[in-house]
């Protein structure tokens, strides 16, 4: 389950989002196999993932650019944007940098559903039945799943109305995943989104062998044990 400080920050910081719909009712339904193969270890790749500030510039710019009460600065006439907006965006993008920390995503897929575990946060979990999304339900929210064309759209709304989308992709020779993270709020104008790319892995066996036996109780070795 979700880890209480990272909710609390999520509570106390965002704030109500907009509701509007991520998955539509044709993401929802597929026929045959699901589109694609996600299964398996991904490790991220940092050099090709977003840079935090290279983001907000960007929509500090845009709110700038776009707002009812522009002001320029002394600076060759660049708007300025306001604290309240600066405030906003500042939140939504510490908060999707926290939801995207984790290093290695661990993706089971079978012909029903497909979990995606994260070191230190709660899993993703899919469920697809008849070739119809089947919604979860928790303490925190509802989280729904859809297909949009061979991308995996992820959608979790919690109860004090913070929204969060993860769009995942896999490339075409099945060893690069990219997951797109959006969090949006009403606190904000403009959603803040960052995008995390994964490299396919295989995960080495355990260094220990480990055997519960009836004089010994529990051995371990490097080596392969008989019982």
Same mark, same amino acid.
Request: hydrophobic share 35%; proline share 5%; charged share 20%.
């Given at each position: 389950?979700?880890?209480?400080?990272?909710?609390?920050?999520?509570?106390?910081?965002?704030?109500?989002?907009?509701?509007?719909?991520?998955?539509?009712?044709?993401?929802?339904?597929?026929?045959?196999?699901?589109?694609?193969?996600?299964?398996?270890?991904?490790?991220?790749?940092?050099?090709?993932?977003?840079?935090?500030?290279?983001?907000?510039?960007?929509?500090?710019?845009?709110?700038?650019?776009?707002?009812?009460?522009?002001?320029?600065?002394?600076?060759?006439?660049?708007?300025?944007?306001?604290?309240? /907006?600066?405030?906003?965006?500042?939140?939504?993008?510490? *908060? =999707? @940098?926290?939801?995207?920390?984790? %290093?290695?995503? +661990?993706? $089971?897929?079978?012909?029903?559903?497909?979990?995606?575990?994260?070191?230190?946060?709660?899993?993703?979990?899919?469920?697809?039945?008849?070739?119809?999304?089947?919604?979860?339900?928790?303490?925190?929210?509802?989280?729904?799943?859809?297909? /949009?064309?061979?991308?995996?759209?992820?959608?979790?709304? *919690? =109860? @004090?109305?913070?929204?969060?989308? %993860?769009?995942? +992709?896999? $490339?075409?020779?099945?060893?690069?995943?990219?997951?797109?993270?959006?969090?949006?709020?009403?606190?904000?104008?403009?959603?803040?989104?960052?995008?995390?790319?994964?490299?396919?892995?295989?995960?080495?066996?355990?260094?220990?062998?480990?055997?519960?036996?009836?004089?010994?109780?529990?051995?371990?070795?490097?080596?392969?044990?008989?019982?």
């Amino acid at each position: 389950m979700l880890r209480m400080p990272v909710m609390v920050v999520l509570c106390l910081v965002i704030g109500a989002c907009s509701r509007q719909p991520v998955i539509d009712e044709g993401m929802m339904r597929f026929e045959g196999p699901m589109p694609a193969d996600l299964s398996g270890s991904w490790e991220r790749n940092y050099v090709r993932d977003d840079e935090v500030s290279g983001v907000l510039n960007q929509l500090y710019y845009q709110l700038a650019r776009t707002s009812p009460d522009q002001r320029y600065s002394g600076n060759a006439g660049m708007p300025t944007l306001s604290q309240d /907006d600066m405030n906003s965006v500042l939140a939504l993008a510490r *908060l =999707a @940098e926290l939801i995207t920390r984790p %290093h290695v995503l +661990t993706i $089971s897929q079978n012909e029903h559903e497909i979990s995606i575990e994260r070191e230190d946060d709660f899993a993703i979990l899919c469920a697809f039945y008849d070739g119809v999304a089947k919604g979860t339900e928790s303490d925190y929210g509802t989280e729904i799943c859809g297909w /949009d064309g061979e991308q995996l759209v992820s959608n979790l709304v *919690l =109860a @004090e109305g913070l929204q969060i989308t %993860h769009r995942f +992709t896999v $490339s075409e020779d099945g060893t690069q995943l990219r997951a797109v993270t959006t969090v949006s709020s009403s606190t904000s104008r403009v959603p803040f989104t960052l995008r995390r790319f994964y490299t396919k892995f295989e995960r080495l066996p355990p260094t220990f062998n480990c055997i519960e036996t009836l004089s010994m109780k529990r051995v371990c070795s490097t080596g392969e044990l008989v019982p």
